[in-house]
């Protein structure tokens, strides 16, 4: 392995410690409520040391919010690639995808703050990443509907709407739950019900 390699892979090592570090600090504090020096502390690490690493707290804030939606959507573009019913697969890869990317806030006190905070400071890298995602489940209706499994005829939505709307519907859902528990719930009787709505009547 060469030194490059070596030094790239130090880098990311303890840019992940600190963003694990980082998510834990934000889920106590709340956004505004943190400061560098708290990650600095929850990390382990001096506090030039995370200046080193990042501008500061939004530059932190939004590399973690990428880290998490790419590690997200991987996963859940591993399930969808796999075998099985269409239903079980796109709620499978749903699930796993919030799970990863919302879950670790969802029982936080400061969890509304969080999400409008990633809403307000989402970047290009996170937009591109979600649209990869929506763009993944699209596929996979078009696919189903090709052999029968799914059928759009009877809905006004493309597959991309579809996904868009429950998207945008698992929005509200987020904001109304008390806990994991019942987002998890909610979050498959929705996918349910949205799937039944195009699903093939042969």
Do not use: W
């Not at 502390?41 to 919010?65: H, T, V, W």
Request: proline letters at 2%; glycine letters at 4%.
């Amino acid at each position: 392995m060469s030194k490059t390699k070596q030094n790239t892979e130090r880098v990311n090592a303890k840019k992940e410690a600190v963003y694990e570090a980082a998510a834990e600090v934000f889920a106590r504090y709340g956004f505004r409520r943190t400061t560098m020096n708290d990650i600095a502390q929850g990390a382990e690490i001096s506090r030039p040391a995370l200046y080193l690493m990042f501008d500061n707290k939004e530059n932190l804030f939004c590399e973690l919010a990428a880290y998490r939606l790419n590690q997200a959507v991987d996963q859940a573009l591993s399930v969808l690639a796999g075998t099985g019913k269409l239903n079980t697969r796109f709620i499978e890869a749903l699930l796993i995808f919030e799970k990863i990317y919302y879950e670790p806030i969802a029982d936080s006190p400061h969890g509304g703050e969080l999400m409008d905070t990633n809403q307000k400071l989402a970047t290009e890298e996170m937009v591109k990443g979600f649209s990869k995602l929506v763009t993944a489940f699209a596929k996979v209706l078009k696919e189903a509907e090709k052999t029968g499994e799914a059928n759009f005829q009877n809905t006004p939505l493309t597959p991309k709407a579809f996904v868009e709307l429950l998207f945008a519907a698992l929005g509200g859902i987020k904001k109304k739950a008390s806990s994991t528990t019942e987002f998890r719930k909610n979050t498959e009787q929705l996918a349910q019900i949205f799937l039944k709505t195009v699903a093939s009547q042969s």
